[in-house]
């Protein structure tokens, strides 16, 4: 998976066993356009077949109402273009839209200001150059991120706004909550469109630092007001260290940044601590209705917390934090010291912040267990009368009951990358993902890269992909399925321009 480089990942999987892929995420030889030089889009990191052969993109999109023209970028389809007016973060009584306000009921209002309306274009400068990103990152790349044209894309992060927020300076702190958009596989934990919640909290020297303009005093002061959670958490860290996890100098002082690093902490472990007593509550509910002996003894485990060293290009130090969750430890927020040319940029050089970001789909998953992210999107009423009355009454938070599974229905497509016509091709995964996808909607459950193979004579390259059907609303017909896969089949040889084999 490209994007666990890139970003906090958004997998619900354990931090230290990551899922493994036989899938490289670009398979097979470097790319070349027709005439046998590198095209630009090759250098861009997508594969010339999909490029050269997709169909040419409409001139200009609509975008949640607004219009952009596209050019040669453009790799966004229209059922994530669809997605970008739903805003299910703030649609009462959705489980995304419950988790963001259990997070904000444990931030107080009058300090932090909520921002949940920004639209999800941005340009390359808000998403990557604002936040220091360097202009090789992987995270800029068409295989990894949905482009509008060149310099503008749909946001693969919240962080994207950070910039604008605290130029607009309308409060110590802010939350701010937004869909966001990656190309990546298609399973149960993966869904191109997720959401995130961006927090920060600043302190500003010109008002709040002593006479040698240090800011320690005040942040401490801060941190003695806000309440203590009592519950044990790991952290072995050193407050920051010259190696991996510098403070920023000469701007911060030691003793700043040591107390900012606790204020936040702090902050955020209440947070968390919040989240996890609700999800406990519902399983222990739950498991007193209709539980096994074993499973009231696992509801009434202890929450444990670490935290854990961590690298963004737009703080510093660092730090993740992590939860022990039925046996394995979950990756659930990175956060750090905002990096100070970001304030600057802003027009508050002197501010000094923290920042965290966490996904609000994967709590929602744990929160409500929900164990396919495509039921966010559901607008099925024995999915959404489950959540009715819980945005106004978060009291009311109960585990989600699955309606019913449907037969799942296994198919493989085998291709050869060459095309047959001898030139050797090039194929992203997340491209493979996407024209599945595209073709198949919300009725592909899971795609597996099960197999690839060199001909031992020929050299030619195959992949062998399984794509699991099933809909989360009902039976699908033998016919129904022969026709997507058939579809799907199609469709790899235009886009892609592979032979079937
Ligand atoms: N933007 C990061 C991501 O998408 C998450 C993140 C990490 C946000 C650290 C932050 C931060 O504000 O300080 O993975």
Known sequence: MAAAAVYLPRVIAPAVARRSSIAPALIAAPCRSSIGTPSAHCLAGNLCRFSSTAPSPPPVVEIDGRSYSTDTWFNTPTNVLAAASRRLHLQEDHPIAITRQIIESRFPS??????????????????????????????????????????????????????????????????????????????????????????????????????????????????????????????????????????????????????????????????????????????????????TEAETVAADEPLRMRWVEAFFPFTSPSWELEVLYEGDWLEVLGCGITKQPILDAAGVPSQMAWAFGIGLDRIAMLLFKITDIRLFWSTDERFLSQFRGVSADL????????????????????????????????????DVMEVIRSVAGDTVEDVQLTDTFTHPKTGRQSLCYRINYRSLEKTLTNAVTNRLHSDVKDMLVRRLGVEIR
């Open 395 to 430: 009291d009311k938070l109960r585990l989600f009951v699955p309606f019913s599974k449907y037969p799942a229905c296994y198919k493989d497509v085998s291709f050869w990358l060459d095309g047959g016509d001898g030139v050797a091709g090039t194929v992203h995964n997340n």
């Open 110 to 291: 009058a300090e932090f200001r909520s921002v949940n309306s920004l639209h999800p274009v941005v340009t390359t400068f808000q998403n990557f150059d604002s936040l220091g990103f360097p202009p090789d990152h992987p995270g800029r790349a068409r295989s990894d991120t949905y482009y509008v044209n060149k310099d503008t894309l749909l946001r693969t992060h919240t962080s994207a706004h950070e910039l604008e927020t605290f130029r607009a300076n309308a409060s110590p702190g802010f939350l701010l909550s937004a869909d966001v958009y990656r190309r990546d596989e298609v399973d149960r934990t993966h869904y191109p469109v997720f959401h995130q919640m961006e927090g920060a909290r600043v302190w500003d020297r010109r008002t709040q630092a002593d006479e040698k303009g240090d800011l320690t005093a005040t942040i401490l002061r801060d941190l003695a007001a806000l309440p203590e959670h009592g519950v044990a958490v790991e952290d072995p860290n050193p407050p920051f260290h010259d190696g991996t996890n510098p403070r920023q100098v000469p701007q911060h002082a030691a003793s700043e940044v040591e107390a900012m690093g606790r204020h936040l902490k702090r902050s955020l472990e209440l947070m968390v601590v919040e989240v996890f007593s609700r999800a406990k509550k519902a399983k222990q509910l739950a498991v007193a209705a209709v539980g």
